[in-house]
């Protein structure tokens, strides 16, 4: 709420919102003894072991009255990071009581204001709602919460729950048992409990496989389910209705740029008959550290005293790397076991002890978009396309067909031996099945004419993949509105209850997460990597003249053959336009070559790096060339030929040669060689070689480009700076053009100015989040260039 600058002459911070802009600094976090013991400052500074902290940070920066005196650099889960230090002698600590008293008025108005907003959303939904609880996680920000809440309401007017997902640091069991303490011994009727997941969350992991930021069910299944699942629980004991209640959270909107744009007072967005309320949305860091301190709070999660900027699981896919070093010192064994099930996952791929330590280390886990290395238990569906029917092979499934079916629709059927057949009516509409046992516990399951109703196919594909994979996690339970659907110990729909809203389908793609990360296993297994080798473009490269020629011609470019072209040459020439998208199947021109002939006559290097980004995602062997050379590499042509050969036992010494051959043609004949340095040639006797170096003289526009093209490649529109510079990206400005992160994120931040609203980015303290629109295409970012 306030500006934050520094109190150089106190080692302290000051909070005042009239602070000139060029005074006002990142809100910093405070530092303890804690973390600089453990991370080896002790060498270069004594320090008391107080209470107090002695130092504050701004991402991996440290300051000691307003100057930063040193940096940790690098580092990982397993190895620490290097420090840079600039000052040595003695820190002393922060006078806190000093720092309170000239922050007292600034602290007034936030806590007032919070209490005022506490009392009035509890006034106004009061009678209302069945329950008002704080959601308790363990954290500062919950802390807080809990704090302001315990001042405004008395102890028998809300709960409080903390949702244990199994995978918390132990720093937060200690924290959560010492609250509950404190807060029972000062008020003895508060309730204070402990929702948990229905499974111990290490199998859950073995049966969906590690989440991702790609397929993140965690969150889900290990947290939200639980909480709501639980106040259900607790209500259904004593009413038949399904409860609705208020929620008081921690949520601040500086934590990142999605966060901001929360509102302080929601309904249903998290769940069904749910109102969620941001007390502290618009507080930054350093307000809640300092509340803390003014109200001499001693519960203090320690997670925070070894610098760890947030406190959530032991191991997350959306966590930084700052947060894995300090979690693999102060947590290692918790993350280690669920580390272990992401390393026997990978040695399902026959990956070496190395490979796999390297995979941990670049975080390669966090990008995967299936369940490599799940035990299904032999349970699968695979569906025989057909236009007309829907007709599916369920083997194992977890769960019945029918009894699932209850959710959209009606059933009237008949069982006879092994086959039961009959009618299932959805949405109006009737069709006739039938279910025919098979041997070793398979299902062959048809269901006739449903190839007109895309929607109600739909519904009942979802049904047939939740009849497959099922393990009841709870999720679909939590998103019922009236109770009707039970999961334990086996699926049942009270049709009594149940108003068909399909709200435990939609909720997730193939309406089951677990269905979900099996089905993109099965996928993966089944899917053919590209042969790298190819002999289409004969030995030619694309040409700068041939292009320049084709823009200036498109409309009758085979006619006029201005080139003097063999035919040899233009079958290569074809083949080029066709993988840069400027020429169709039929051989005729693109809405892109329009485009680009556009382009092309401003700015002839922005031409060829758009068309490199679209050789990226349709060749195999240039893919192959960005994601196997390192930026800065040397490769003669004929050590590349054979790596390729040794890759894939597919690809020819011959193919691969040709394939070769027209590469480094097209570097040395387009500015991609000698202007971008993608590819630089270089001769030495009869061998050739490429220096692949890369430059940083990249438009902000191909920058654009790249990223959605990135984006409708992966299927999301959120990612975070540091995953397009992790070994094996697939994709984006450093693999494909070998831009450094500096001119990166300036381009970043030139794009969020941009009046198009490109895209919005969050780069603040220990975040690096890049959110692109998802109503854009990467053919607008083209027409924007015009």
């Known amino acids: 709420m306030y500006k934050v600058s520094w109190d150089r002459e106190n080692n302290s911070i000051l909070l005042d919102d009239k602070t000139d802009e060029k005074d006002q600094i990142v809100p910093p976090r405070p530092v303890f003894y804690e973390e600089l013991n453990l991370l080896g400052f002790h060498q270069y500074w004594d320090y008391p072991e107080s209470d107090a902290p002695l130092l504050w940070s701004i991402g991996r920066r440290y300051f000691y009255k307003g100057e930063c005196i040193a940096e940790a650099k690098g580092g990982n889960i397993y190895e620490s990071p290097e420090l840079t230090v600039t000052y040595h002698g003695s820190l002393k600590a922060v006078d806190v009581e000093m720092m309170i008293r000239k922050n007292k008025e600034s602290l007034y108005v936030i806590q007032n204001e919070a209490m005022d907003f506490v009392q009035d959303t509890y006034k106004k939904h009061k009678g209302k709602v069945d329950y008002t609880a704080v959601a308790f996680s363990g954290g500062k920000d919950s802390q807080v919460v809990l704090d302001i809440v315990s001042r405004v309401l008395g102890p028998d007017e809300y709960v409080v729950i903390f949702t244990d997902t199994g995978m918390e640091i132990p720093f937060t069991h200690e924290n959560v048992k010492k609250t509950r303490e404190v807060y029972q011994k000062l008020y003895p009727e508060l309730k204070f409990y402990t929702a948990k997941p229905p499974k111990d969350t290490e199998e859950l992991w073995k049966e969906f496989g590690a989440p991702s930021r790609i397929h993140r069910w965690c969150c889900s299944v290990c947290k939200t389910a639980p909480f709501n699942n639980f106040i259900r629980k607790l209500h259904t004991a004593e009413h038949e209705d399904q409860p609705s209640m208020l929620v008081f959270e921690g949520v601040r909107s500086d934590e990142s740029e999605r966060r901001s744009n929360y509102s302080r007072i929601t309904t249903n967005l998290k769940q069904m008959n749910q109102i969620n309320a941001e007390i502290i949305l618009h507080w930054n860091l350093t307000e809640i550290y300092l509340y803390l301190f003014q109200r001499k709070n001693n519960l203090l999660n320690m997670g925070y005293r070894y610098g760890l900027n947030r406190i959530g699981c032991s191991i997350c896919p959306f966590s930084s790397d700052w947060s894995e070093i300090i979690i693999g010192k102060i947590a290692n064994k918790e993350a280690e076991k669920y580390l272990s099930i992401i390393k026997n996952q990978i040695k399902s791929d026959n990956q070496s002890n190395k490979l796999i330590r390297e995979y941990i280390i670049n975080r390669q886990w966090k990008k995967r978009s299936g369940g490599r290395g799940i035990n299904t238990n032999g349970s699968s569906i695979n569906f025989i396309h057909n236009n007309k029917d829907i007709k599916a092979i369920i083997s194992n499934p977890k769960e019945d067909f029918l009894e699932w079916f209850k959710t959209i629709g009606e059933a009237v059927y008949n069982i006879h031996k092994n086959k039961t057949s009959g009618q299932l009516k959805v949405d109006k509409e009737i ?42 996690c ?19 729909i009270d049709l009594k209850k149940c108003i068909h809203c399909a709200n435990c389908i939609n909720f997730a793609e193939k309406g089951c997460l677990r269905a979900k ?37 498109t409309d009758n470019w085979f006619e006029k053959n201005n080139m003097g072209l063999g035919n040899r040459q233009v079958e290569s020439m074809v083949a080029w336009l066709k993988d840069a998208e400027l020429l169709d199947k039929q051989k005729r021109p693109t809405e892109k070559s329009a485009i680009l002939k556009k382009i092309f006559s401003k700015d002839n290097n922005l031409t060829w790096l758009i068309i490199w980004t679209d050789f990226f995602y349709n060749i195999p062997m240039i893919k192959w060339y960005l994601s196997n050379l390192v930026w800065g590499d040397i490769k003669s042509s004929k050590e590349l030929i054979q790596m390729i050969i040794d890759s894939d036992e597919r690809n020819k010494e011959k193919t691969t040669l040709n394939g070769i051959n027209s590469l480094f043609n097209m570097f040395e004949n387009s500015p991609l060689g000698r202007e971008l340095k993608i590819g630089i040639l270089e001769k030495k006797g009869n061998i050739r070689y490429a220096k692949k170096l890369g430059s940083d003289n990249i438009q902000p526009i191909v920058i654009a480009y790249s990223l959605y093209r990135f984006a409708e490649d992966k299927k999301r529109y959120d990612f975070i700076v540091s995953e397009f510079f992790e070994q094996n990206c697939d994709g984006g400005p450093f693999i494909l053009f070998g831009l450094s992160r500096e001119k990166f994120e300036d381009s970043l931040r030139f794009l969020q100015e941009d009046r198009n609203q490109i895209l919005r980015i969050d780069l603040t303290a220990d975040l690096e989040n890049i959110f692109l629109r998802e109503e854009i295409s990467s053919m607008d970012i083209l027409k924007m260039a015009v």
């Not at 062959?444 to 049904?463: F, M, P, R, W, Y």
């Open 431 to 472: 069709f006739n099945f039938e279910i025919n046992r098979q041997d070793n516990n398979s299902y062959a399951i048809t269901l006739e004419d449903t190839g007109n109703h895309i929607l109600i196919q739909s519904k009942i594909k979802k049904i047939l993949y939740k009849s497959a994979y099922c393990i009841h």
């Open 517 to 553: 990360s099996v089905s993109v296993t099965e996928g993966e297994r089944s899917m053919k990597t590209p042969k790298v080798a190819t002999s289409k473009y004969q030995t030619f490269g694309m040409r700068e003249e041939w292009l320049i020629d084709y823009l200036n011609h």
């Open 474 to 492: 709870g999720v679909c339970e939590a998103e019922c509105p009236t109770g009707a659907l039970q999961l334990h110990p086996k699926v049942k």
